[in-house]
Each structure stands twice: as C-alpha cells, then as structure tokens.
C-alpha cells in the first residue's frame, strides 16, 4: 500500500527556514517523480516544485531560488528545504507521488500526504 | 505560465442532478489535463487524468472531456458525497497550474 506522511511544519519567523520531509512506504521515491504542493488558508491549490525520477528539479516562480526539492534513497524520503521564508508561504503542504500517463508524455498527482501546516509569522 | 479558469467558482445542486464544471486553459494543452475533488481537511484526490481517463476505483458516474483549451468534469448524477471542491491542473509543462476550483454546495 502506497503512503506519504509528511512532517516538519510549525511556526517559523519571516526570513526563517524550515526543512519538510515526506516519508514514502510502498513504492521508491528515486524511481518516481515527487511534487509538492500548497494550499494557503482558505485558498485553492498551487504546485510548488517536483523531481523526476532522473533528478531533475522544476519549481514555481514564488519559490525559485528559495525551496530546494531532494530525495534520499535509503530513508525512502522526499524533502523540501524552505528558506527565506515569507508570510504568504503559510500554507498546508502536501506531498504527492506522481504517475506517468500511459504513454509517458505527461503526469498527475496520483498519490498524497494528508498534508504539514507551515506558519510564517512574526 | 499558463493559466487555467474554471467556471463557475461555485454552484448549487441537488443530489440526482446533472452537474457540469468547465476549465479554460490560455493556451492549447492537448489532453495534459488532470481533475482533482477535494473536502475540507482532506487531501486532494485524483478523479480524471488525461482529460477523460477515470482514475481506478473513482465511480463512473464522474467523466471528463475536451481537448486543446476547453475541458469539462461532469457528474451525471450527484451524490451526497460530491459535495466538495474540484480543480483542474494542466501538466502540458511546468510551471504546472491548477484552476481555481469550483465548490460544489448543497441546494
């Protein structure tokens, strides 16, 4: 059985950062591709970042040079490293394994985490 | 970045009825289109992907369409538990973006 379990949210400072991890059990996060996206309060969905089971690395404009999505084989885990946080940052985050289409051209979150809350507060 | 509209933003149905929601992408996406239902505290969870493929174990009475720039979700007989929140996400590229979501309420 496939499960995500996130962790790593609280309470951070503007400026600050914070490290989330996403555990993966059922399937090998190395041999997938692995997004993560947000969901302000009371706000709709928005995709952060993913990486392809080759290591390649995309994110979204709000966080380009301030998230950095990774992996670790060994632990089975996804993560994503947040720095110089904002307080529009303050968000569910949720993990999410993606599937390929059945003729690879494209993807959908098909798995999900039950999601981590990040508050970016003074 | 290309941006996806769904309409409306929310509505009012009854269950049994016929419930349509319709997502706009600005630029041609092919079928790279994936929809998603959401209830509160819940995760999102695949419906559609593909622009009409069902996602395994999603109830058949939910079906996708279109192509190119116009999709539609509908649900052909509304059920009590489809009430909840539904977006779109186009995945033709990155960055990859979601609608705004459409909220299904009870009549």
């Known amino acids: 059985e496939v499960q995500l379990v996130e962790s790593g949210g609280g309470l951070v400072q503007p400026g600050g950062s914070l490290r989330l991890s996403c555990a993966a059990s059922?399937?090998?996060?190395?041999?997938?591709?692995m997004s993560w996206v947000r969901q302000a309060p009371g706000k709709g969905l928005e995709w952060v970042s993913i990486i392809h089971g080759g290591g390649t690395t995309y994110y979204a404009d709000s966080v380009k040079g301030r998230f950095t999505i990774s992996r670790h084989s060994s632990k089975n885990t996804l993560y994503l490293q947040m720095n110089s946080l904002r307080v529009e940052d303050t968000a569910v985050y949720y993990c999410?394994?993606?599937?390929?289409?059945?003729?690879?051209?494209?993807?959908?979150?098909?798995?999900w985490g039950q999601g981590t809350l990040v508050t970016v507060s003074s | 970045d290309i941006q996806m509209t769904q309409s409306p933003s929310s509505l009012s149905a009854s269950v049994g009825d016929r419930v349509t929601i319709s997502c706009r992408a600005s630029q041609r996406i092919s079928s790279y289109l994936n929809w998603y239902q959401q209830k509160p505290g819940k995760a999102p969870k695949l419906l559609i992907y593909a622009a009409s493929t069902l996602h395994s174990g999603v109830p058949s009475r939910f079906s996708g369409s279109g192509s190119g720039t116009d999709f539609t979700l509908t649900i052909s007989t509304l059920r009590p538990e489809d009430f909840a929140t539904y977006y779109c996400q186009q995945t033709y590229t990155t960055p990859l973006t979601f609608g705004g979501g459409t909220k299904v309420e009870i009549k």
């Open positions: 059922g399937f090998s996060v190395t041999g997938n591709y």
């Open positions: 999410a394994r993606d599937l390929l289409y059945s003729d690879s051209s494209a993807y959908y979150h098909g798995d």
